[in-house]
């Protein structure tokens, strides 16, 4: 989940004009979408203007989220919850080494 900080607007005093240019990119990209292909533009955007190599859109409530879109496979999996049946794993965290056979 991705947050805003005080200070990431407008007037934050830096002066670089980024958040103005992300908001430029976000308004270009999604300009003239309709309410189905904005997430997936979103996300579109999201890869351009941030050093990731995918990025997924999900609504989030109270309950499970919904996947609204997704830049590739990768995203799309990784933004799928956790299986209740499968064991609890990190996405990025090395695996363990595996024992010598005997």
């Known amino acids: 989940m ?16 980024a958040y103005e240019r992300a908001v430029g990119a976000v308004a270009a ?13 979103l996300c579109a ?4 203007l941030l050093p990731v190599d995918g990025a997924s859109v999900s609504l989030r409530g109270d309950s499970m989220p919904l996947r609204l ?5 990768v995203a799309a999996r990784l933004a799928e919850p956790p ?3 499968a064991p609890a794993t990190t996405c990025c965290a ?3 080494p595996s024992s010598p056979a005997t």
Not at 2 to 17: A, E, F, I, S
Not at 69 to 73: E, I
């Open 2 to 17: 991705v947050g805003v900080r005080p200070g990431d607007g407008p007037g934050d005093g830096q002066g670089d004009g």
């Open 29 to 41: 990209g999604l300009r003239g979408a309709g309410p189905a292909e904005a997430p997936g533009r």
């Open 45 to 48: 955007v999201a890869v351009d």
């Open 69 to 73: 879109a997704a830049s590739g496979d």
């Open 83 to 85: 299986s209740v049946t």
């Open 94 to 96: 090395p695996a363990p």
